[in-house]
């Protein structure tokens, strides 16, 4: 796991990158004259696409009944749009503040938010990247509350010092009229009420506003005669209010935990007070107080007792209790757990009309990590499936890998295996939140992101198609036994208890095998079955990866002399004779230092396997003499060779996985020296100390093998991270140790001058040195299970400044050779089906004429990339990346039929290098600053696909493809869908003979300039939006204005015409649904009579 050092972290953030171009080697042989590169700057541009995961930090949402689209807003000032599954929308407000409300134009393709700085936005949601249309910012006064009432461009906007302001939707003027609070609540009340905590119109009556002071003190506010018709006064402060459909009562909740009642006639008394959660006294005391109310909705239906929703309002002894929605229907009350604290809710309903019968039929609950949806048509309100990809973080996510262009068989086998760990008990119903239409699908290719998590879990997601969708999970913990010792003390350096945190994982997409490593210096092998086995004993191997001695350090004389590795004999034949949990000579005393103990304590009691991944064989780092073993910084995994090899600051170790043995296990300083690994002379470990970013805490009391291991949730990467060697880095923050930084399996030619390729293995380590291992393979079947695997060190090939991060090899056309894999089989088939395809891949090793290179080796690392011709292994292109910053991420990725380099830098670079004459390409400043989660989780993929977690519960997808951003406005999804307004509810004969239905009002003549004026001009400032038309009309009035305008908005914005005349055409199928809607209106009304109507 890399370790993050501050002060490089910032060097590298304020440095600028700076490239210099790529040199030839003189006299070198000058392959790119053979090599045609196609690749062109022309074929690079960098755009993000899409970003997936829970909106990080939820503060406030809002719906759209007839559209069916769910709005989320940030405390970062994030906007979050959600439709149908696969639907969804991202947008940023400029400033980052906090998003208090949100309200939606409801069916009008646009969303008004309110934010912490007192500004108000007009977002477009006709557009497929919504943009805002107009701004309006308060100087003078801190906005606290919205309201936009069904059908109006009148929005209400209440303040902190109690005030209303009137703001036109369309033009994003404030309106002369203005409700002061002094006028509001006369002499009812001694003192300032407090904040406005609510607005809303009568249901029945447009004319009558409801005004909600936080101090207790509601106001029924006449908005023709400017006054009060009534004020309700209630000792406890008000946090929501809510209407009964027709108009005659509405509910207060306060901060005593208390439900009033009001009958709006009958201001002196509340008619009813509930405290739903507080105890009832047998003397008929008033019961105790408890938490506040936050939020309350009255919804009423046709055949039924009305819903009462709300949260919080627990009473005060329910200490460390979950937060809880409370459900009142009739004579019941649920009380719904959540598993974190609500931010918010809202009750879906059949009609957007509030003076109709309401008719709910779900709640939405915005919880500080989740998003819950709850059938209330269900008996026991059971939650509906959620289609969206919001369980990234349900564990921090610790490492991420991207894989574009995967076998087409991956994505059904892993989703038939993932389908059965659903949980069941889900309403039937269909998810509600349904409303935009998907994007058109231009890139047909299989995606697959992989994230690991803190508490050992890996999961599957399918990235198709700018979609995110989870297939598979594993769980590698379930390897390991749970119990810990109680007795322990974790190390006050250790803040996470993650023992079985993912740090880095290898896979290969072909053969489905699957090697992961965790921060408890462990290792495992998964291979894929879709076949359920039971596992009697775990396959445990036990390396002990000795600390070795480097010119820094001093022996120690008094060292434990005990020799790295065993004898080849003993080291070739698997441990499972032994109980793989019971090390033989481990040593756990208080009285001595540990030795031969894993960090972990592999379960004993057989391992039930679903189908899926399952485990073939765990590898554990043990103690050596009173130190921890090191975290492992570097893996990889041959399907071809059946090896696994990993690497850490005390050497690199590779395991035969088919015969379970451990093959090697050797010091970086042998590594450098060819020869005989197992006829070196035995050394001592260091002086036992804590190194840096040791992973366990070396309690020497403690009886259990278990340790409390360091969680890489909040600052762990790999150490190609910190192991720069910047020159702004001093000496004092420079590791002395060198560390294994990545692996590249291939066939290639293993010496200097060989004339022919065999299976070799590159070794790239933090202090830039490439070595190279030669690997001599038994034939295939039983052969390869009986006969050892040779290994022999070929030394040093290259040299390099900063840590060496990918290795890559390429024929003599420039075309990327990938390490060779075995078809994938399943394990637990029978025989004859595993030797159908079992056949593994043959290599087609290109014989090499003397004198003559056939092949690239493609090396990058944190400062350079060269690129070495082979067998003479000449330097043919060098490439200095960046002098003051470093790369942090790169890649050889597959880009429009050839390969490049791509560089991801700690200033926020991202770059791309042709191959093999590394010439820049790409370099753009994306990120101008970075963190240590994007730096530990940027990865890139092939054709042109990259990602990063941009927070702990979103991924960001971005592309460096021109094409994938020439064709992006297609691929995205739409959010805005042409649908009728439902027929507002019939008034019925009485109601409209006597006028007891609702009230109208012509808003325009109260807060129109001609009657109330123009406000005051300090008040607020209007500031045109970048996505601005002059107003923005419903489809209702003045749709052919509003294509003129867009039309020369869009024109003025540079956008292409035939982008536009889509949007015409749209709106124009918008106007003429409206206008045969209203003719159909008319017609069905023509010939009635007015008691009639």
Same mark, same amino acid.
């Given at each position: 796991?890399?370790?993050?050092?501050?002060?490089?972290?910032?060097?590298?953030?304020?440095?600028?990158?700076?490239?210099?171009?790529?040199?030839? !080697?003189?006299?070198?042989? @000058?392959?790119?004259?053979?090599?045609?590169?196609?690749?062109?700057?022309?074929?690079?541009?960098?755009?993000?696409?899409?970003?997936?995961?829970?909106?990080?930090?939820?503060?406030?949402?809002?719906?759209?009944?007839?559209?069916?689209?769910?709005?989320?807003?940030?405390?970062?000032?994030?906007?979050?749009?959600?439709?149908?599954?696969?639907?969804?929308?991202?947008?940023?407000?400029?400033?980052?503040?906090?998003?208090?409300?949100?309200?939606?134009?409801?069916?009008?393709?646009?969303?008004?938010?309110?934010?912490?700085?007192?500004?108000?936005?007009?977002?477009?949601? @006709?557009?497929?990247?919504?943009?805002?249309?107009?701004?309006?910012?308060?100087?003078?006064? @801190?906005?606290?509350?919205?309201?936009?009432?069904?059908?109006?461009?009148?929005?209400?906007?209440?303040?902190?010092?109690?005030?209303?302001?009137?703001?036109?939707?369309?033009?994003?003027?404030?309106?002369?009229?203005?409700?002061?609070?002094?006028?509001?609540?006369?002499?009812?009340?001694?003192?300032?009420?407090?904040?406005?905590?609510?607005?809303?119109?009568?249901?029945?009556?447009?004319?009558?506003?409801?005004?909600?002071?936080?101090?207790?003190?509601?106001?029924?506010?006449?908005?023709?005669?400017?006054?009060?018709?009534?004020?309700?006064?209630?000792?406890?402060?008000?946090?929501?209010?809510?209407?009964?459909?027709?108009?005659?009562?509405?509910?207060?909740?306060?901060?005593?935990?208390?439900?009033?009642?009001?009958?709006?006639?009958?201001?002196?008394?509340?008619?009813?007070?509930?405290?739903?959660?507080?105890?009832?006294?047998?003397?008929?005391?008033?019961?105790?107080?408890?938490?506040?109310?936050?939020?309350?909705?009255?919804?009423?239906?046709?055949?039924?007792?009305?819903?009462?929703?709300?949260?919080?309002?627990?009473?005060?002894?329910?200490?460390?209790?979950?937060?809880?929605?409370?459900?009142?229907?009739?004579?019941?009350?649920?009380?719904?757990?959540?598993?974190?604290?609500?931010?918010?809710?809202?009750?879906?309903?059949?009609?957007?009309?509030?003076?109709?019968?309401?008719?709910?039929?779900?709640?939405?609950?915005?919880?500080?990590?989740?998003?819950?949806?709850?059938?209330?048509?269900?008996?026991?309100?059971?939650?509906?499936?959620?289609?969206?990809?919001?369980?990234?973080?349900?564990?921090?996510?610790?490492?991420?890998?991207?894989?574009?262009?995967?076998?087409?068989?991956?994505?059904?086998?892993?989703?038939?295996?993932?389908?059965?760990?659903?949980?069941?008990?889900?309403?039937?119903?269909?998810?509600?939140?349904?409303?935009?239409?998907?994007?058109?699908?231009?890139?047909?290719?299989?995606?697959?992101?992989?994230?690991?998590?803190?508490?050992?879990?890996?999961?599957?997601?399918?990235?198709?198609?700018?979609?995110?969708?989870?297939?598979?999970?594993?769980?590698?913990?379930?390897?390991?036994?749970?119990?810990?010792?109680?007795?322990?003390?974790?190390?006050?350096?250790?803040?996470?208890?993650?023992?079985?945190?993912?740090?880095?994982?290898?896979?290969? +997409?072909?053969?489905?095998?699957?090697?992961?490593?965790?921060?408890?210096?462990?290792?495992?092998?998964?291979?894929?079955?879709?076949?359920?086995?039971?596992?009697?004993?775990?396959?445990?191997?036990?390396?002990?990866?000795?600390?070795?001695?480097?010119? /820094?350090?001093?022996?120690?004389?008094?060292?434990?002399?005990?020799?790295?590795?065993?004898?080849?004999?003993?080291?070739?034949?698997?441990?499972?004779?032994?109980?793989?949990?019971?090390?033989?000579?481990?040593?756990?005393?208080?009285?001595?230092?540990?030795?031969?103990?894993?960090?972990?304590?592999?379960?004993?009691?057989?391992?039930?396997?679903?189908?899926?991944?399952?485990?073939?064989?765990?590898? !554990?780092?043990?103690?050596?003499?009173?130190?921890?073993?090191?975290?492992?910084?570097?893996?990889?995994?041959?399907?071809?060779?059946?090896?696994?090899?990993?690497?850490?600051?005390?050497?690199?170790?590779?395991?035969?996985?088919?015969?379970?043995?451990?093959?090697?296990?050797?010091?970086?300083?042998?590594?450098?020296?060819?020869?005989?690994?197992?006829?070196?002379? +035995?050394?001592?470990?260091?002086?036992?100390?804590?190194?840096?970013?040791?992973?366990?805490?070396?309690?020497?009391?403690?009886?259990?093998?278990?340790?409390?291991?360091?969680? *890489?949730?909040?600052?762990?990467?790999?150490?190609?991270?910190?192991?720069?060697?910047?020159?702004?880095?001093?000496?004092?923050?420079?590791?002395?140790?060198?560390?294994?930084?990545?692996?590249?399996?291939?066939?290639?030619?293993?010496?200097?001058?060989?004339?022919?390729?065999?299976?070799?293995?590159?070794?790239?380590?933090?202090?830039?040195?490439?070595?190279?291992?030669?690997?001599?393979?038994?034939?295939?079947?039983?052969?390869?299970?009986?006969?050892?695997?040779?290994?022999?060190?070929?030394?040093?090939?290259?040299?390099?400044?900063?840590?060496?991060?990918?290795?890559?090899?390429?024929?003599?056309?420039?075309?990327?050779?990938?390490?060779?894999?075995?078809?994938?089989?399943?394990?637990?088939?029978?025989?004859?089906?595993?030797?159908?395809?079992?056949?593994?891949? *043959?290599?087609?090793?290109?014989?090499?004429?003397?004198?003559?290179?056939?092949?690239?080796? /493609?090396?990058?690392?944190?400062?350079?990339?060269?690129? /070495?011709?082979?067998?003479?292994?000449?330097?043919?292109?060098?490439?200095?990346?960046?002098?003051?910053?470093?790369?942090?991420?790169?890649?050889?990725?597959?880009?429009?039929?050839?390969?490049?380099?791509?560089?991801?830098?700690?200033?926020?670079?991202?770059?791309?290098?042709?191959?093999?004459?590394?010439?820049?390409?790409?370099?753009?400043?994306?990120?101008?600053?970075?963190?240590?989660?994007?730096?530990?989780?940027?990865?890139?993929?092939?054709?042109?696909?990259?990602?990063?977690?941009?927070?702990?519960?979103?991924?960001?997808?971005?592309?460096?493809?021109?094409?994938?951003?020439?064709?992006?406005?297609?691929?995205?999804?739409?959010?805005?869908?042409?649908?009728?307004?439902?027929?507002?509810?019939?008034?019925?004969?009485?109601?409209?003979?006597?006028?007891?239905?609702?009230?109208?009002?012509?808003?325009?003549?109260?807060?129109?300039?001609?009657?109330?004026?123009?406000?005051?001009?300090?008040?607020?400032?209007?500031?045109?939006?970048?996505?601005?038309?002059?107003?923005?009309?419903?489809?209702?009035?003045?749709?052919?204005?509003?294509?003129?305008?867009?039309?020369?908005?869009?024109?003025?914005?540079?956008?292409?015409?035939?982008?536009?005349?889509?949007?015409?055409?749209?709106?124009?199928?918008?106007?003429?649904?409206?206008?045969?809607?209203?003719?159909?209106?008319?017609?069905?009304?023509?010939?009635?009579?007015?008691?009639?109507?």
């Amino acid at each position: 796991m890399k370790k993050f050092n501050i002060r490089k972290v910032l060097d590298g953030l304020t440095a600028v990158s700076s490239s210099s171009s790529a040199t030839a !080697q003189p006299g070198a042989p @000058r392959e790119n004259d053979v090599v045609q590169e196609t690749l062109q700057s022309e074929h690079f541009q960098l755009c993000k696409t899409v970003r997936h995961g829970f909106p990080y930090q939820p503060s406030s949402m809002a719906f759209d009944p007839v559209q069916k689209i769910l709005a989320i807003g940030t405390q970062t000032g994030a906007l979050r749009l959600f439709g149908r599954a696969g639907v969804e929308c991202y947008c940023q407000h400029e400033s980052g503040a906090a998003v208090i409300q949100l309200q939606f134009l409801i069916n009008e393709g646009a969303l008004v938010s309110a934010l912490a700085d007192d500004s108000i936005h007009l977002w477009n949601l @006709r557009q497929k990247i919504p943009a805002i249309l107009h701004s309006l910012k308060f100087n003078r006064e @801190r906005i606290t509350y919205c309201h936009l009432p069904f059908q109006s461009k009148w929005l209400y906007i209440g303040t902190e010092r109690g005030n209303i302001h009137i703001v036109n939707v369309e033009s994003f003027t404030l309106s002369g009229y203005v409700i002061m609070w002094n006028k509001a609540i006369e002499l009812s009340t001694k003192t300032h009420p407090g904040p406005v905590v609510h607005i809303s119109d009568n249901p029945m009556d447009e004319g009558k506003l409801l005004i909600g002071f936080e101090c207790g003190v509601v106001v029924l506010w006449d908005l023709k005669s400017k006054k009060a018709d009534y004020r309700y006064n209630y000792d406890e402060a008000i946090h929501s209010v809510a209407w009964h459909h027709e108009g005659k009562q509405f509910v207060c909740s306060h901060s005593d935990g208390t439900l009033t009642t009001w009958n709006v006639r009958a201001p002196a008394k509340a008619a009813q007070i509930i405290t739903p959660h507080g105890k009832q006294p047998k003397d008929g005391k008033k019961p105790e107080p408890c938490k506040p109310i936050l939020k309350v909705e009255y919804k009423t239906t046709r055949a039924g007792d009305p819903f009462m929703v709300l949260s919080g309002g627990l009473s005060y002894d329910t200490v460390g209790r979950r937060a809880c929605l409370t459900v009142m229907h009739g004579k019941s009350t649920a009380v719904l757990e959540m598993d974190y604290p609500i931010v918010d809710f809202l009750t879906l309903c059949e009609t957007p009309y509030p003076n109709d019968f309401q008719e709910p039929y779900a709640v939405v609950v915005l919880l500080e990590k989740d998003l819950v949806v709850i059938d209330l048509g269900q008996i026991g309100y059971p939650i509906f499936e959620n289609p969206y990809p919001l369980t990234i973080h349900e564990s921090p996510v610790t490492c991420c890998e991207y894989f574009a262009d995967c076998p087409a068989d991956l994505i059904p086998a892993l989703y038939s295996v993932g389908s059965r760990q659903k949980r069941q008990g889900y309403s039937k119903k269909e998810w509600p939140v349904s409303g935009g239409n998907w994007g058109q699908n231009t890139q047909s290719y299989p995606e697959i992101i992989i994230t690991g998590h803190a508490d050992g879990s890996i999961k599957f997601w399918d990235a198709s198609a700018l979609m995110l969708q989870v297939l598979y999970k594993l769980k590698t913990a379930k390897v390991f036994e749970r119990a810990r010792g109680k007795e322990e003390k974790p190390n006050t350096d250790i803040v996470d208890e993650d023992p079985f945190a993912i740090q880095t994982l290898s896979w290969c +997409p072909e053969s489905r095998m699957l090697c992961v490593a965790g921060v408890s210096a462990h290792v495992i092998v998964y291979r894929f079955s879709k076949q359920e086995i039971t596992t009697e004993v775990v396959q445990l191997l036990e390396v002990r990866m000795q600390c070795e001695f480097s010119d /820094v350090d001093s022996p120690d004389p008094g060292g434990d002399q005990t020799p790295t590795l065993p004898t080849p004999g003993a080291s070739s034949s698997p441990q499972e004779s032994e109980p793989p949990t019971q090390p033989s000579t481990g040593s756990n005393s208080s009285d001595g230092p540990r030795d031969n103990i894993p960090c972990l304590q592999v379960r004993s009691s057989p391992l039930k396997q679903s189908p899926g991944y399952q485990v073939e064989l765990v590898i !554990q780092l043990v103690w050596v003499s009173g130190e921890p073993p090191q975290q492992i910084t570097s893996l990889a995994i041959n399907s071809s060779y059946g090896l696994v090899v990993f690497g850490n600051s005390n050497g690199l170790a590779v395991v035969d996985y088919l015969q379970k043995t451990l093959l090697l296990n050797m010091s970086l300083s042998e590594l450098y020296s060819p020869s005989d690994p197992y006829q070196r002379q +035995p050394r001592s470990p260091r002086k036992a100390r804590q190194p840096s970013g040791a992973l366990c805490d070396s309690n020497d009391g403690s009886n259990t093998s278990e340790d409390r291991c360091k969680s *890489p949730t909040s600052d762990a990467k790999d150490n190609s991270f910190t192991r720069s060697r910047s020159s702004s880095v001093t000496s004092i923050d420079r590791e002395s140790r060198e560390a294994i930084s990545s692996f590249y399996f291939c066939e290639t030619f293993p010496k200097k001058g060989d004339s022919v390729v065999s299976p070799c293995l590159l070794v790239g380590t933090t202090q830039g040195s490439v070595m190279m291992v030669a690997l001599s393979l038994p034939p295939g079947g039983d052969q390869r299970l009986q006969q050892p695997v040779g290994i022999a060190s070929c030394g040093t090939m290259a040299q390099l400044k900063g840590g060496i991060l990918t290795m890559a090899l390429l024929d003599a056309a420039g075309t990327l050779l990938p390490p060779s894999y075995e078809p994938w089989y399943d394990p637990n088939a029978s025989d004859e089906e595993k030797e159908k395809s079992r056949r593994r891949r *043959p290599a087609s090793p290109p014989s090499s004429q003397e004198g003559q290179d056939t092949q690239f080796a /493609v090396l990058c690392s944190e400062k350079q990339a060269k690129v /070495v011709a082979m067998p003479s292994q000449t330097r043919l292109y060098k490439h200095n990346i960046t002098e003051t910053s470093f790369v942090l991420r790169a890649d050889v990725v597959q880009m429009a039929g050839t390969n490049c380099i791509t560089c991801f830098c700690a200033n926020g670079h991202i770059m791309t290098l042709s191959l093999p004459s590394l010439r820049p390409l790409l370099d753009v400043n994306y990120l101008p600053l970075t963190d240590m989660r994007i730096a530990r989780t940027f990865c890139f993929s092939n054709l042109g696909q990259a990602l990063y977690l941009t927070s702990p519960t979103e991924i960001q997808r971005i592309t460096y493809s021109q094409e994938t951003c020439d064709n992006l406005q297609e691929m995205l999804s739409e959010l805005f869908t042409p649908v009728e307004t439902p027929e507002a509810p019939n008034r019925g004969f009485f109601k409209g003979l006597f006028g007891g239905g609702a009230q109208s009002l012509d808003r325009e003549d109260l807060f129109g300039e001609t009657a109330s004026g123009k406000a005051s001009r300090s008040l607020a400032q209007h500031i045109p939006g970048p996505g601005s038309m002059e107003g923005m009309k419903g489809a209702a009035s003045g749709v052919v204005g509003d294509l003129a305008r867009a039309r020369i908005a869009l024109d003025e914005r540079g956008q292409k015409l035939g982008e536009l005349e889509e949007r015409t055409a749209a709106m124009m199928a918008s106007a003429d649904s409206f206008s045969k809607h209203a003719h159909h209106m008319m017609l069905k009304y023509k010939d009635k009579k007015w008691y009639q109507l």
